[in-house]
């Protein structure tokens, strides 16, 4: 495996740890969608690896799979629902969250297997993602009212990160990227993602912490 190849593996690991680590503790705090949805991302990054460092084309399908599944309805409807049972104490029924998780992975399977619509996908998977981008958006003003500016700066610029970078995925190309060590698509991604959904955690819990009531004697996991 060659440098260019060890940097993509180093963000998709990075990837796997924010979200198979921080998408468990979302489960364990009874926030179902969140939790699943960092875990499908962890799990995502885990297969791109595995076919980034060693080949295994299956591997790869599976992570294809699992990417037009969250770029379709995972962030925008999941995440977002997840991030809204915080902060609207809205929370959807069992069933309609197992609907969710178990039938968007036939509707991103069907996607990525109908040519026909291949061209559009990119501009399809952007313009769904703009849903989750005004929501962060929200989120981050909420964070600010309760004085954790810090948070709601980094979400903002993570939701910058994210634009950019759902740009890149099909949309515009980075010039050179076949063969730049870190201007390519992937090494940003990677880390980016890394870092993004790992800051949305921390906020989540951040912003738990202000919304819980005082008698509440569980609190939010670091």
């Not at 060659?2 to 680590?21: H, Q, Y």
């Not at 104490?89 to 178990?102: E, I, M, N, R, Y």
Request: proline share 5%; net charge neutral; hydrophobic share 55%.
């Amino acid at each position: 495996m060659d440098l260019r190849s060890s940097l993509i593996t180093s963000g998709m690991l990075a990837l796997v740890v924010t979200g198979i680590g921080l998408g468990w503790r979302f489960w364990r705090q009874g926030n179902i969608l969140l939790g699943a949805e960092w875990m499908i991302l962890g799990f995502s990054a885990f297969n791109f690896a595995l076919w980034n460092s060693f080949g295994v084309q299956l591997s790869y399908e599976i992570s294809m799979v699992c990417d037009a599944f969250s770029r379709s309805i995972g962030i925008p409807v999941i995440a977002t629902l997840g991030l809204a049972k915080l902060t609207h104490g809205f929370d959807v029924s069992k069933a309609t969250k197992w609907l969710l998780l178990v039938g968007g992975f036939p509707l991103a399977y069907g996607l990525l297997a109908y040519p026909p619509i291949q061209p559009a996908l990119p501009y399809a998977f952007f313009a769904c993602g703009l849903v989750a981008t005004i929501f962060l958006v929200y989120f981050a003003i909420r964070l600010a009212q309760v004085g954790e500016y810090g948070h709601a700066i980094a979400v903002m610029m993570t939701n910058i990160l994210f634009v950019i970078t759902a740009l890149l995925e099909g949309i515009i190309a980075i010039p050179g990227e076949e063969t730049n060590l870190v201007l390519n698509f992937f090494f940003l991604a990677g880390w980016i993602w890394a870092l993004g959904f790992a800051e949305i955690y921390f906020a989540y819990q951040a912003l738990a912490r202000h919304l819980a009531p005082p008698s509440s004697a569980a609190a939010p996991l670091r």
